[in-house]
């Protein structure tokens, strides 16, 4: 192979096709190749301390942002910004996105991304479970795996308590800014002022309206300012 080879220690338990793996390992090749490359035009080592770790530093702030997924191609741009930045967030995806969109929720899970259901009372046909389960049911396809992230949209108190009585972590976030796209570099400017506000720990609702420029901007000082953007889990 003209860029090296790659070794796929798995075990009996694996239950993943050699193309599913391949097909989620390129992202994750391309992005440590073209790091390399950059390193040795400029004649410096490969940054180590961009390591996708999962740990943030003991200093500095940990942001979880969370987006809606629902077009492909602004998620694949989104997710080209977060590879370049080596950073994670969570993406909450339509039922429609998860059935449609296996390459890129393999795409996810090899960088290290969270994937979470996206459920909406007001959809008719479906209740808020029908499509909680319809949604874990096509990332288990795609993926061989499942998730307890959830954001519900337009539910009352009870349907909330009876999702989360389910087992899964509802998004609540500590600030939804979903109304303030996240678009360009005063977008970011402004979010980067909000979250450092708040002490320690934040999660952001970003909703629908991110771009990819206005994501690179954050991302650019957010790690300028010492801060990591991370993934969110069941217990952050």
């Not at 994750?28 to 790091?35: A, G, V």
């Not at 741009?77 to 059935?99: I, M, P």
């Amino acid at each position: 192979m003209e860029r090296g080879y790659l070794v796929w220690v798995r075990t009996q338990s694996a239950d993943m096709s050699e193309r599913i793996f391949a097909d989620a390992a390129i992202y994750p090749m391309e992005t440590r190749y073209n790091q390399y490359l950059k390193s040795q035009e400029t004649g410096q080592p490969e940054d180590e301390t961009t390591e996708s770790t999962g740990t943030p530093s003991e200093s500095g702030q940990r942001v979880y942002l969370c987006i809606r997924a629902d077009d492909a191609e602004t998620v694949s741009e989104l997710l080209d910004a977060l590879d370049w930045y080596d950073s994670q967030a969570a993406f909450y995806c339509t039922v429609d996105f998860l059935e449609q969109e296996g390459d890129l929720l393999r795409r996810m899970t090899a960088t290290g991304q969270a994937i979470g259901i996206l459920a909406d009372a007001a959809e008719e046909g479906r209740t808020v479970a029908e499509q909680l389960a319809a949604g874990n049911a096509a990332l288990e396809a795609a993926t061989c795996g499942k998730t307890r992230l959830a954001r519900l949209e337009n539910v009352s108190d009870q349907t909330a308590a009876d999702v989360e009585a389910m087992g899964y972590c509802c998004l609540w976030p500590d600030m939804d800014r979903s109304p303030y796209p996240l678009a360009d570099s005063s977008s970011a400017d402004v979010l980067l002022r909000r979250v450092g506000d708040r002490s320690g720990d934040v999660s952001v609702w970003l909703g629908g309206g991110t771009t990819a420029a206005g994501l690179r901007a954050f991302l650019s000082e957010l790690r300028s300012a010492g801060d990591r953007c991370l993934a969110m889990t069941e217990t952050a």
